[in-house]
């Protein structure tokens, strides 16, 4: 696949304007790392393995103050919930998975256990949860164990019975959050009159975390085209805060190749059960790549990493498009992580489901900041402000030439990668030659400028690294501090 130049470089006009645009762009950007009050510099790049568990759909990932993460997610049979814990993401992968509860054999919450998330309130656990009836498996409603335990894994659940709201229709994916001090339930359900098969619900928490009280808020109804494909579907909703506004995901249309996540914006300030106050994006957030090989991400969460400075986007996928018969009887929706990015206006930039493997990276020059490498028809340079975001990113491999070299793979482009060529850095297709694999691999070295970033010299030019100049990307030797500077790349 040849890269497609709209997606490589940002929108220009046809008045040939665009690279003078596109070099004040990098002058602005170099102004801005020089002058006082310039944005600090963004979270570090954090280092994962997707998938992070096989199998496993409706991910929930809670951080607790005791240091581990704990994970829970719907598996295949939709029969039993179950809980695992580590003081890692990654260490999630291989931690031993327990089974906490399972369905009845009869009546109530015996089909269908869905969607368990793992909170913890008021000093005692709480797992919220969708379940069916044995002689009604999609009569679905939402339902509450609850776990006084320092340890969840351990101690004993005592179901707290089903979470009443307005109707006793069809309902599920309960998730609880805080804002200015009040705990609100926000969920999903069919409203009667409403011919959609889920909208969102907002309510306050009552004294109990397994009751709502006073005025339910209709938050949004699926109306746009991606929230209608399949099915009309708003579902797993889940918040995350920052910059003094409160964004609300959630997915929509089928669970197949269509499920994507949408998104709700409003003001920390707000009154939040009003629904004027939510600003609903017209667009997906988040949504299938078949550049990348990922289909139907959704029903997420969001959890931080073990250093706390990034926030780490939680999904659930499928690496492939096409499912024979009803997608809920295929068992092979993935749990998967990535790094959640901000863009300047402070909303956040999912970006798109990355490949499998390793999670890439951002580059940022020292000298340059909130500027990145990118392709720019086919050329790389630095630019502030890279849309797609995918443009921006780079998987650090195993290089291609190996002999302990690294090589830099496009993300939204599997199998381009940045190479030199005439000394200028290029995003090229490999071409399987040892020249590319030459031309294609570094040597990864301490950041020539700080200790706390990296410089990448050309494995067959030794001596020669990888810097920007004019706001493009080339292999030179580098002598003066400036050089070195232009030669030392943040990771992201």
């Not at 280092?47 to 809670?62: G, M």
């Not at 009309?232 to 909703?237: D, L, N």
């Not at 997906?284 to 959704?298: D, E, I, K, L, R």
């Not at 920007?468 to 501090?481: D, I, K, N, W």
Request: charged share 20%.
């Amino acid at each position: 696949m040849k890269p497609n130049p709209r997606r490589t470089r940002r929108p220009l006009r046809s008045t040939g304007s665009g690279p003078l645009i596109a070099v004040l762009a990098t002058v602005l950007a170099l102004l801005a790392g020089l002058l006082p009050g310039a944005p600090a510099a963004a979270a570090p790049a954090v280092s994962y393995t997707n998938p992070l568990v096989n199998q496993r759909a409706d991910p929930h990932i809670f951080r607790h103050t005791d240091g581990y993460y704990y994970f829970t997610a719907t598996v295949p049979q939709y029969d039993r919930i179950v809980l695992r814990r580590a003081t890692t993401l990654q260490g999630l992968a291989s931690a031993a998975e327990t089974t906490i509860w399972r369905r009845h054999t009869s009546g109530e919450m015996g089909a269908h256990i869905w969607a368990p998330e793992i909170h913890f309130v008021n000093g005692r656990w709480y797992v919220y949860f969708a379940a069916g009836r044995t002689d009604d498996i999609w009569r679905i409603r939402m339902y509450v164990l609850e776990n006084a335990s320092a340890n969840p894994l351990t101690g004993s659940w005592t179901e707290r019975g089903r979470i009443s709201t307005p109707w006793d229709t069809f309902s599920l994916d309960a998730s609880t959050f805080v804002a200015n001090g009040v705990r609100y339930l926000v969920w999903a359900q069919s409203e009667p009159g409403i011919s959609t098969n889920s909208n969102l619900y907002l309510a306050r928490m009552g004294s109990n975390p397994w009751q709502i009280t006073g005025t339910v808020t209709r938050l949004t109804v699926p109306t746009y085209d991606w929230e209608t494909r399949g099915y009309r579907v708003a579902e797993g909703p889940s918040v995350i805060q920052r910059n003094g506004r409160i964004f609300l995901t959630y997915s929509a249309s089928a669970t197949d190749a269509n499920y994507c996540l949408g998104m709700l914006t409003a003001p920390a300030n707000a009154n939040l059960l009003n629904a004027s106050s939510w600003t609903k994006s017209p667009t997906p957030v988040f949504a299938s790549s078949a550049a990348t090989g990922q289909y139907g991400p959704g029903h997420n969460s969001f959890t931080v990493s073990e250093d706390g400075q990034s926030d780490i986007l939680v999904y659930h996928d499928r690496n492939y498009r096409d499912i024979n018969g009803d997608p809920l009887n295929d068992p092979n929706r993935r749990t998967r992580i990535q790094k959640l990015y901000w863009n300047a206006d402070g909303t956040p930039n999912l970006g798109i489901p990355v490949p499998d493997g390793a999670t890439p990276v951002r580059l940022r020059p020292h000298d340059l900041a909130d500027t990145y490498l990118r392709p720019y028809d086919y050329r790389v340079r630095v630019d502030a402000d890279v849309t797609p975001l995918a443009d921006s990113q780079f998987r650090i491999v195993t290089g291609l030439s190996g002999s302990g070299t690294v090589s830099l793979e496009s993300t939204n482009f599997p199998g381009y990668y940045l190479r030199h060529r005439n000394y200028e850095v290029h995003v090229e297709r490999d071409d399987g030659s040892a020249q590319f694999r030459a031309d294609a691999s570094f040597l990864r070295r301490a950041g020539l400028a700080s200790g706390a970033a990296i410089s990448l010299e050309a494995q067959n030019f030794p001596g020669r690294y990888l810097r920007h100049r004019a706001g493009l990307l080339y292999v030179e030797p580098v002598t003066s501090a400036a050089e070195q500077a232009s030669a030392t790349l943040h990771l992201e």
